[in-house]
């Protein structure tokens, strides 16, 4: 039998939300496989849809600049907050950030070569973290563009300008007003700081993730003992509510509350005079993917050993 270590336990807990119990015995009916695990608890209804985000351990800031028909989001991080709020650290991201805008720059390695006042950017870090004393480091960087329309951005829990914790890019393809287009794409880059959306539309969902999704809806709706017919219409309403929480077109604006995203589209391209396209989207959330330090876990332990 597969060994289940207390840390793989608390992982898994933390990912899906279940009972300290039901993740060890998940783990051990799937040897430890962690995906599997998870896919054994939702179809035993031990788990949310989707798995929780570990918790961030990053501190710093998220940074956006802009210039009409294109934009950069940057995250740059430290060791703490007290940090983040340092204007010479809030200077900097911004300073960076510009410069990858104006340089169409595309990766963190050619954002860290770019000169800043006769320096590397790398190297002006550097300087920084000797100065305030605490590491720092430029962990991931994105560019938008479109050849016809706007890029608009979204700084969520802001420090300074165009600097926070949530940082949103939207791409609006459109022949319209950018006025009118900057205001309808800074909305929708607030729904999607909010809502975490995946995907634009469906088909950019992967294709392992659909066939996932849908397997584990399939087996949950067999277990109830209806007719294949009716259980196939169970599968396609659990897909709905599926494509409904992680695809953008398909979610609820958050604004209204009432209509699809599409729809606010459809309705946008009345207005301002011309079709409106989502080309595509970044969300960047402070610290996420980073897990922090792990919190004691001595009385879980004890419990799931005396189990």
């Known amino acids: 039998m597969t060994e289940i270590g207390a840390s793989l336990v608390k992982e898994l807990r933390e990912k899906s939300g279940a009972g300290m119990l039901d993740c060890k015995k998940a783990l051990m009916e799937n040897q430890g496989d962690m995906e599997a695990a998870i896919d054994y608890l939702r179809k035993k209804g031990l788990a949310t849809a989707a798995k929780k985000s570990g918790r961030a351990a990053a501190e710093g800031l998220v940074g956006v600049a ?3 028909n294109s934009a950069v989001v940057i995250e740059l991080n430290a060791e703490t907050d007290f940090v983040a709020r340092n204007e010479h650290f809030q200077k900097f991201l911004a300073q960076i950030a510009g410069l990858a805008l104006k340089n169409r720059v595309e990766t963190v390695a050619a954002l860290k070569a770019l000169d800043l006042n006769g320096k590397t950017a790398e190297a002006t870090l550097t300087d920084l973290i000797a100065m305030i004393g605490e590491n720092m480091s430029l962990r991931r960087m994105q560019r938008l563009a479109v050849n016809q329309g706007v890029v608009a951005t979204y700084v969520h829990n802001a420090l300074a300008p165009n600097c926070g914790k949530i940082g949103v890019l939207v791409a609006l393809e459109s022949s319209g007003s950018p ?3 900057l205001a309808l794409g800074r909305q929708i880059a607030m729904h999607v700081a909010a809502t ?3 995907s634009t539309d469906i088909a950019g969902l992967g294709k392992d993730i659909v066939a996932r999704e849908r397997s584990v809806h399939a087996d949950k ?3 109830s003992g209806k007719p294949a017919e009716i259980v196939e219409k169970i599968v ?3 897909m709905r509510k599926f494509y409904e929480q992680v695809v953008l077109l ?9 209509s699809k995203v599409s729809a606010v589209l459809e309705k946008a391209a009345g207005e301002i005079g011309a079709a409106v396209k989502i080309a595509g989207f ?3 959330e402070l610290g996420e993917g980073v897990e922090k330090k792990a919190d004691d876990f001595a009385a879980d332990v004890a419990k799931m050993a005396a189990g």
């Open 196 to 198: 975490r959306p995946e």
């Open 282 to 284: 970044i969300r960047y």
């Open 236 to 238: 396609e309403g659990g």
């Open 66 to 68: 802009s210039r009409d």
């Open 250 to 258: 398909e979610q609820t604006f958050v604004i209204d509350g009432e």
């Open 179 to 181: 006025e009118k287009l």
């Open 221 to 223: 709706a067999k277990q």
